[in-house]
């Protein structure tokens, strides 16, 4: 097979994790004989910095023109003091909203040798935890429109849904429930929201076309107690742009780091934008010391939902699996007293698994 793939790896330790994801890519394609084209672009402050815009038009149309996206992670202190039109993750909100991403997977499911990384108590977790979210990408408080008045001291974000939109996400997380374990938990602030109450009700409407799958409905503050109280009680979580973007981040404390979380963002025809869910961690950026994992989980997501392929992303996932096995753990991992391995040592050893 022969794909083309836009490698856009950002700031902070993006450089750095993708090399890891690359080294995947290189094994499997050793390995299983494919051809996959690199296509290497800058995004992020670090393209603010070389052509004053962070979503160069050149970057946005190779990864327009490609069969897949890889994308590190973007932003840093450096760029924090720009305007938010100019920001770094405004390049990240321009590849989701122009590439029509709306539809974000986060799995996170915690690896059995992980366990004791969770701050979650072992009964708390059980042996299999695994569960969903399914964001909505391309809508609501992210993309209403961002105002300041003159004065400076007034602001406001506004916070919209069309029926369509909701439609459409939730059709993607009632498939994907149905090819798990047929159950979804609508996440939403529907006593106070009227985007809330409009998305419930699409909701409702749209799960009669799935009556096999089971559907529930949380407040979203409920929701962020259910998560730690009893996570196993979920499988497909299925929410908007910010409450998905906050839920994410705290489902990924289950499993013990957000160094293990990876994404994908996909439109409706299988087109995908693959990234870990963590960010740039400027805090140790340079220092060979970030999880690759993420990032490798990410390019397993890759092959197997927009290049069909099950065998090798099975292949990525039982040598993340074996790594985590054999004992090596990056310091976010690491147990207490242990030396942890470095980015670079654990992409390795990872893509020796594969060969
Ligand atoms: C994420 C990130 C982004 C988001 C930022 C970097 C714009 O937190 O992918 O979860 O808020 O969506
Ligand atoms: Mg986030």
């Given at each position: ?5 836009t490698?856009v790896?950002?700031?902070?330790i ?49 990864c327009k ?14 760029w924090?003091?720009?305007p ?5 993750e ?24 992980l366990?004791?990384?969770s ?7 059980g ?5 969903l ?15 300041r008045n003159?004065?400076?001291?007034l602001?406001e974000?506004?916070?919209?849904y ?14 994907l429930?149905?090819?798990?374990r ?24 749209i ?46 404390q ?5 160094g293990?979380?990876?994404?994908a963002?996909?439109?409706?025809d ?14 140790i ?40 096995e054999?004992?090596i ?15 670079a ?11």
């Amino acid at each position: 097979m022969n794909r083309k793939i836009t490698i856009v790896a950002g700031d902070g330790i993006g450089p750095e994790i993708m090399d890891e994801a690359i080294k995947t890519l290189q094994a499997v394609s050793d390995r299983f004989g494919h051809q996959f084209q690199l296509d290497q672009r800058p995004v992020g402050g670090t393209a603010y910095d070389r052509f004053g815009d962070c979503l160069p038009e050149a970057t946005l149309e190779s990864c327009k023109n490609a069969d897949a996206v890889l994308l590190g992670a973007v932003g840093g202190p450096k760029w924090d003091s720009l305007p938010g039109t100019k920001r770094p993750e405004q390049a990240l909100l321009g590849l989701r909203s122009n590439l029509g991403l709306f539809c974000n997977l986060r799995p996170a499911k915690v690896w059995g040798p992980l366990k004791d990384a969770s701050p979650l108590r072992p009964e708390i977790i059980g042996d299999d935890l695994d569960l969903l979210v399914v964001r909505e990408l391309t809508g609501g408080i992210y993309f209403g429109g961002h105002r300041r008045n003159v004065e400076g001291n007034l602001a406001e974000d506004v916070m919209a849904y069309s029926a369509a939109e909701v439609e459409r996400i939730a059709r993607m997380a009632f498939e994907l429930a149905q090819k798990r374990r047929r159950h979804v938990t609508s996440i939403d602030k529907a006593n106070i929201l009227e985007v809330s109450r409009l998305w419930r009700e699409t909701v409702i409407r749209i799960a009669t076309e799935y009556p096999d799958v089971k559907l529930d409905h949380l407040y979203v503050d409920n929701a962020a107690m259910q998560l730690v109280r009893n996570p196993k009680q979920f499988d497909v979580i299925l929410t908007g742009n910010m409450f998905g973007d906050i839920l994410s981040d705290e489902a990924s404390q289950i499993t013990g780091s957000i160094g293990m979380l990876p994404s994908a963002s996909l439109r409706s025809d299988g087109f995908g934008m693959y990234e870990p869910i963590h960010g740039s961690a400027p805090d140790i950026a340079g220092k060979g010391i970030a999880n690759p994992l993420a990032t490798i989980l990410s390019v397993a997501m890759m092959l197997r939902m927009s290049f069909g392929l099950v065998q090798e992303a099975d292949a990525v996932e039982r040598a993340v699996a074996e790594t985590l096995e054999s004992g090596i753990r990056t310091a976010d991992i690491a147990r207490p007293g242990e030396i942890p391995a470095t980015t670079a040592e654990m992409g390795s050893a990872v893509a020796a698994r594969i060969a």
